[in-house]
């Protein structure tokens, strides 16, 4: 895989699951904060499988589109978008109506003396979206910083887990979905929170994150020694077919791969591929932030895209050149502090 084109052709691949699934979601599909680092590829997947399955239906991807060419390179692909800054009241009570929501909007790096816009993004704002669009179905993105740091060895940080989140970017996670709750209780308006750890794409993830230390003879701290990783295109993949799960109150789906990754151990496999000897500090803690995803993995399937044909594509992806997002994920922080 050597080019963004390529890598995003095979990402936004729909499965053949996909394509069933979409065609019984009735209604268009609207996108928030759809020029995130997922939105744009979840789109192009959405937009393929719907064009697969020859039905009529609407992918309206919504965003400031701060980024230039997003907008116009949606556009090009048959998604229509709406350019809005969704913190403005004028601007969100002004979208049309749309039977599916799938929320992507939300804040994390820069919380750190920033803390009331991270608690207006991710806490505020998701109350007022559940008030405009309280007639129809909602996937919200959340995160699994919201659980507690999870023994290694067991793993067993199910859906059933209680919330205890460290730091305020996890708090106001935490208060999304209170908040999410409460809207679905009060208009019956059935909705999933979507637990995510972590998405990996070649220009941007814990993955990466990686193999970029190896490369460049970088120390790697274990102290948060352990990891949960999902394809992009699989927790893409994974978010859109949630539409066919929603409830009230909201269904909780924890997604990600279902090993327990080692960071000691994907640092010793980039450094075979790369021919390099991993520098390390630090010892493994006991515990880490972790995500048992069983229950979506009996929902939607296996990943279809393995940890070793990650290790495999950012290996050569770094080796190369390719082009990455400076966008790191922090994942090695045990405070909370982002």
């Known amino acids: 895989m050597r080019t963004i084109e390529e890598l995003e052709d095979f990402m936004t691949e729909p499965s053949k699951q996909l394509v ?9 599909i609207m996108i928030l904060g759809v020029s995130g680092k997922m939105g744009p590829t979840l789109a ?15 992918v309206i991807g919504v965003a400031r589109f701060s980024e230039k060419g997003l907008q116009e390179e949606l556009e090009s692909l048959g998604i229509e978008t709406i350019r809005a800054d969704l913190l403005k009241e ?18 994390k790096f820069g919380t750190v003396g920033n803390e009331h816009y991270t608690w207006a993004m991710n806490a505020y704002l998701p109350g007022r979206v559940a008030e405009k669009f309280k007639d129809s179905r909602i996937v ?13 060895a067991s793993n067993d940080c199910t859906e059933d887990i209680p919330p205890n989140p460290v730091g305020e970017y996890a ?41 970029k230390q190896v490369y460049h003879d970088k120390q790697i701290d274990l102290t948060m020694g352990n990891v949960n990783v999902i394809w992009q295109g699989d927790a893409n993949e994974y ?4 539409l066919l799960h929603t409830n009230h109150p909201p269904k909780i789906v924890n997604a990600t791969g ?8 994907l640092a010793k496999e980039f450094g075979k591929r790369m021919g390099k000897e991993p520098l390390f500090i630090h010892s493994e803690s006991p515990t880490a932030l972790l995500n048992n995803a069983s229950n979506a993995h009996k929902l939607f399937g296996y990943p279809k895209v393995t940890v070793q044909q990650m290790i495999d594509l950012i290996a050569d992806w770094v080796v190369k050149g390719g082009h990455t997002i400076n966008k790191p994920t922090h994942f090695q922080e045990r405070e909370g502090a982002f």
């Open 20 to 28: 069933k699934d979409i065609e019984q979601v009735d209604g268009d």
């Open 44 to 58: 192009k997947m959405a937009k393929r499988a719907v064009d697969q399955s020859g039905i009529e239906k609407k």
């Open 90 to 107: 004028d601007d969100l009570s002004s979208l049309p109506y749309a039977k599916n929501i799938i929320y992507m909007a939300g804040t």
């Open 140 to 152: 919200s993105f959340s995160t699994g910083n919201v659980y507690p740091f999870t023994n290694v």
């Open 171 to 211: 708090q106001s996670c935490l208060g999304r979905e209170r908040i999410l709750t409460y809207f679905s209780k009060k208009y019956e308006t059935p909705m999933v929170i979507f637990r995510l750890n972590y998405s990996i794409d070649l220009r941007y993830g814990v993955l990466l994150e990686v193999a």
């Open 239 to 242: 978010a859109i077919r949630s």
């Open 258 to 265: 279902p090993e327990t990754l080692s960071i000691k151990w």
